[in-house]
């Protein structure tokens, strides 16, 4: 229904010539045999003859058969790119080596080829439009401050192949960034993701970190829109991701704003990811993978430790953060904010120092809501509170505000109380749990 130069507006293309359908264009022709007379002189042939030199790409929509067609193919001196619009696919076919052999007889052509599948998010493609329409809109209106963050990840530095999948590497990487995001208020726009990896890596594991990162960013509506590919020495994979987020015109929570006489409160889990972190290094038996080997546990039944390790070692591998409850956070006027990243006592101390405050936690709360349950059931009830004090990458959301009834309200995602902001004494701001400086050192990246 659509004339040429209208289509040729929308896709930025000179559209040579609209062709109409044409019995004789869509002729079968058996191997030797010529087209028919009137092949010769369709509307296609002609339009392809007099334009061959000028075709950029050929836009293909048919309801005329019984599955819908919508692909845009794009021709290239050394490639074919072939993208599907109602399958949401993308497709690019490489030339990679061609050899002609000339005997007596014949002339044999050979080519050698590779596909490259493009990972591409799918969902319904009216929500898609209506979002992008949104952001458009808020674009144009001026939309609001912008917040980014970055993360990087190194092979056997953050994480270990033995331990975590592709896929698990995806989820955490993307993970860490969001909860960056959160933690200044804003709501997560869009992700950038750069790799430099081993030339040798399989190209299977790459697909399973797209996939990953891709699962967590459908989930928070931030979609990965560009990023940078490298190589490296051998052995070396190193996973950087870049967020940014929309404040919507709130000014961004900081760290430097609790205040003396603020209540501190926590969204999200404790110790959990630190947890599973010692129960890896402990060499613990993965239960997942005794899950996996039907003859190993009678009827694939695990015990309650064995399904608290369980939930240790995943919350490690592959940790999820609530970012939603970011801007609830900021809505409703929390002081401060922070994620778990480094280890509770060490993150919070981070807010201490920005806001020149200290903070007394309540080791009764932290006990009997975050250590007891699964971290105690797989370590004891002394490991699971240092977990909980110093377990890193749980990007739990952290948060100063003025009173208990200022928290933000929901059952999804709630904030408990774990402590109070205090004024600082002689010594400067600090965290203690019942009034005791513990000894409880985070994640430090150059500690030796």
Not at 213 to 223: F, G, M, R, W
Request: glycine content about 10%; proline content about 6%.
């Amino acid at each position: 229904p659509y004339a040429a130069a209208d289509v040729a507006k929308v896709l930025g293309l000179p559209v040579v010539a609209g062709i109409a359908w044409d019995p004789a264009a869509a002729a079968v022709f058996s191997h030797g045999a010529g087209p028919p007379r009137r092949f010769e002189s369709s509307p296609l042939v002609r339009s392809l003859r007099a334009a061959r030199a000028a075709i950029e790409a050929t836009i293909t929509a048919s309801r005329a058969t019984e599955e819908k067609i919508r692909t845009l193919a794009i021709t290239q001196p050394d490639a074919y790119i072939l993208l599907d619009y109602s399958h949401q696919d993308i497709q690019i076919y490489r030339r990679a080596a061609q050899e002609y052999t000339l005997n007596r007889e014949s002339i044999r052509y050979r080519q050698a080829s590779f596909v490259e599948h493009l990972l591409v998010h799918k969902d319904n493609p009216l929500k898609l439009e209506i979002r992008h329409l949104i952001s458009a809109v808020r674009a144009v209106d001026g939309g609001g401050p912008v917040v980014a963050t970055t993360d990087t990840m190194v092979r056997g530095r953050d994480w270990r192949d033995d331990w975590s999948s592709a896929h698990d590497v995806g989820i955490k990487v993307a993970t860490q960034n969001l909860a960056d995001i959160a933690a200044m208020g804003a709501h997560p726009t869009a992700l950038l993701v750069s790799l430099v990896a081993d030339p040798e890596l399989e190209v299977q594991w790459c697909v399973d970190l797209a996939r990953g990162i891709a699962s967590v960013a459908s989930q928070a509506d931030a979609p990965v829109v560009g990023g940078d590919l490298s190589s490296g020495p051998p052995g070396v994979v190193v996973v950087a991701v870049t967020a940014l987020g929309d404040l919507r015109g709130r000014a961004p929570v900081l760290r430097s704003g609790a205040r003396a006489g603020d209540v501190l409160a926590v969204c999200g889990s404790l110790g959990l990811s630190g947890g599973g972190l010692l129960l890896h290094e402990r060499g613990e038996t993965d239960p997942d993978h005794v899950l996996a080997d039907p003859g190993a546990v009678a009827g694939n039944e695990l015990g309650e430790r064995a399904l608290a390790v369980r939930a240790l070692m995943r919350h490690h591998r592959a940790p999820l953060a609530p970012w939603r409850a970011g801007p609830g956070a900021a809505d409703a006027g929390a002081h401060a904010l922070v994620d778990v990243s480094d280890g509770l006592v060490t993150d919070v101390g981070r807010v201490a120092v920005a806001s020149g405050v200290s903070v007394d936690l309540d080791g009764a709360v932290l006990r009997e809501r975050y250590a007891a349950g699964p971290l105690t059931l797989a370590l004891g009830a002394e490991e699971a509170l240092h977990q909980v004090l110093a377990g890193g990458e749980e990007h739990a959301l952290v948060g100063a505000f003025a009173d208990e009834a200022s928290l933000p309200g929901g059952d999804e995602e709630p904030w408990h109380v774990i402590g109070r902001v205090v004024a600082p004494g002689p010594e400067g701001p600090r965290v203690t749990v019942d009034g005791v400086v513990p000894d409880a050192r985070g994640w430090d990246h150059f500690a030796r």
